[in-house]
């Protein structure tokens, strides 16, 4: 079963990139819509400026009224004015937020698509390193805390510059010293808002990494239900999930203290300045030094002050979660696979490739012992069986073969050629390969038969489907080949399953057949039909067949018996009865208890 332990070390967490090669992965999506970002920063900027023209329209009324000079249409007008700056501020606040909001969203769907792009260029190692639960964290919670910093983070931060820097001038304007003495908190909230960062940065990185537990948990959860109800483990399951939703949310709680802190102490430093205002101020006022016009614009810019000042707080959580989330993003678009390629040349197919490997030894790890050790073989045209022990390295052949993992260079040769001079594609443009565990997608049947070929017509998917002996039971289906098998074909069985995917194979009609176990579900008699419909459809190409069924085996044209990740013998049945011990247990344990059993009867 499929699962993850709550307990499960995590892992190392990578160093974190320089600010610079971070930038780098938004600079594309900045440069491409830097018109939007032009246009709507630049209603941001007149929304602030006007809205610090309204202080000024309200002191020369408060100075009107105080000195009664103002007439009741002067008023009135002023009264206006203000409506009409309203409006033009909501107006431009729509604006604004269409374009640089909108524009994070463009953003995350680019980095989306990167992310996406480059996993389906990874090598299997990498998938191996990677839990589904990770990747899909990244693609979810990080892009999420990227999109954020890009979209409202960046919005608060030129907001709050902007708004700062204007609304400092218009109060020296008003009154140095009273400005000076209000900005005098200013030192403090921004020593604590950095010493803050360092452990906002670490503990968002926490709530990361558990997101991605509790992510892989609850998929491979969901994805072996089945077995899941067949051992009564509902309740454990729930205890495991409760025990990593724990650690979650006393991660977030670590993160919510540090934002906790953040905003009352801006907010605080900004009623500081207040205080002192009304303290300073007033005295001003009173002693005729300031107009009470010019105390009331300068308490309304004071206020607008109190905004930048709490949104510094505010920022430094958002760009530092960007931040976090967007260096591992980074780490994950920077890794590399495993498995070297080179572009692709052109090079036309092969009609009839072949496989020959010479001493071939592979290792999944350095620290592991050979799944393979030292392999000369020479794979040409035909039918050739693999078998062995469980153990015994044929799957781990199978996806050498496909070109799963990386091997030295000389070792396998293709058409005559290293596969490692030889593109990826190019080679697995050659190869239907149907692995152990089928894999099949929540769609139609035949959706799933033309997955490597969408352009077949129909003709030729049912044509597959009678090749893999599984026609008449799709047409039994309640749509036929419409049907909707469900996530992974659970709506059928695992013999259906197998022959989807070995249709799905000989639709692609390559050089090379490659059957990892691919009919390991299927009953003797579906076997033989399936083998005959591969005699007829693959005269003159290579198919191999991976099996431990001595009478498939027996139908080969050559069969190849590996143990401990060694070639222990190779040839036709007959040879290998008397020259293979191993092939001949194999043999007796199959074949002799059926020939008592009909004496018997």
């Known amino acids: 079963m499929e699962t993850t332990s709550p307990d499960r070390p995590e892992p190392a967490r990578p160093n974190p990139a320089g600010l610079a090669q971070l930038l780098e992965l938004l600079r594309p999506s900045f440069t491409r819509h830097r018109l939007r970002l032009t246009a709507g920063l630049t209603a941001l900027i007149v929304v602030d400026f006007l809205q610090l023209v309204i202080p000024r329209i309200i002191k020369h009324g408060v100075d009107g009224l105080a000195a009664r000079t103002i007439s009741r249409t002067d008023l009135l007008l002023l009264a206006a004015l203000v409506i009409l700056i309203a409006i033009a501020v909501a107006g431009l606040r729509f604006v604004w937020r269409y374009l640089i909001i909108g524009f994070s969203r463009l953003l995350e769907e680019a980095l989306r698509n990167r992310i996406f792009s480059h996993l389906l260029r990874m090598d299997a190692p990498f998938f191996e390193r990677h839990t589904p639960g990770d990747l899909m964290a990244h693609s979810s919670n990080d892009l999420a805390a990227v999109q954020m910093a890009c979209g409202m983070g960046m919005v608060a931060a030129a907001d709050a510059l902007v708004m700062s820097v204007a609304t400092i001038v218009f109060m020296l304007h008003i009154h140095v010293q009273l400005t000076l003495l209000a900005l005098l908190p200013m030192p403090f909230l921004a020593w604590f808002t950095r010493s803050l960062a360092g452990r906002l940065h670490h503990r968002f990185t926490t709530v990361q990494e558990q997101f991605s537990l509790l992510t892989e948990f609850s998929r491979s959860t969901v994805v072996s239900i089945r077995l ?61 030094v300031l107009t009470m016009g010019d105390f009331v614009a300068f308490i309304s810019y004071l206020a607008m002050l109190v905004w930048p000042m709490m949104a510094i707080g505010w920022v430094a959580n958002i760009v530092q979660r960007g931040l976090t989330s967007l260096n591992r993003i980074h780490h994950l678009l920077t890794s590399q696979a495993a498995l070297p390629d080179i572009a692709d040349s052109g090079e036309p197919p ?68 290293d596969v490692n001079s030889l593109p990826l594609a190019f080679i697995r443009s050659h190869i239907a390969y149907v692995g152990q565990e089928p894999v099949l997608f929540s769609d139609t049947v035949a959706a799933n038969i033309a997955l490597g070929r969408p352009e077949a017509s129909q003709e030729e998917i049912i044509e597959a489907a009678r090749s893999a002996a599984i026609d008449d039971e799709i047409r039994e289906l309640p ?55 591969l005699r007829q459809r693959f005269a003159g190409k290579t198919v191999l067949i991976v099996s431990n069924r001595i009478k498939m085996l027996s139908l080969t044209d050559r069969i190849v018996v590996l143990d401990e990740g060694r070639i222990v013998c190779a040839g036709g049945h007959d040879e290998l009865l008397a020259a293979s011990s191993l092939y001949r247990s194999m043999y007796d344990k199959q074949m002799r208890p059926q020939a008592g059993e009909g004496a018997a009867g």
């Open 479 to 533: 749509d036929g080949y419409a049907t909707l098998i469900g996530e992974r074909g659970v709506k059928l069985s695992g013999g259906q399953r197998q022959r989807l995917a070995l249709a799905r194979a000989l639709l692609c009609n390559r050089p090379v057949l490659v059957i990892d176990d691919g009919l390991s579900a299927v009953d003797v008699a579906t076997e033989h039909e399936v083998f005959a419909g």
């Open 350 to 417: 092969l009609a009839q490739p072949s496989f020959i490997l010479r001493g071939l030894t592979f290792r999944y790890a350095p620290d592991m012992p050979p799944a393979l050790g030292d392999i000369d073989l020479e794979i040409g045209p035909g039918i050739h069986g693999i078998t062995g022990r469980t153990g015994s390295g044929k799957s781990t052949l199978c996806r050498l073969l496909a070109r799963l993992y990386p091997v030295p260079d000389g070792r396998i040769l293709f058409g005559g050629r």
């Open 228 to 288: 899941i109800k067949a051992y009564t483990m509902e309740k454990f399951q729930a205890a495991q999930l409760d025990r990593l939703g724990r650690k979650y949310v006393k991660s977030n709680i670590a993160v919510a203290f540090i934002q906790g802190l953040i905003s009352p102490i801006a907010t605080l430093a900004g009623n500081l300045g207040m205080l002192i205002i009304l303290l300073v101020g007033g005295r001003l006022v009173i002693a005729e």
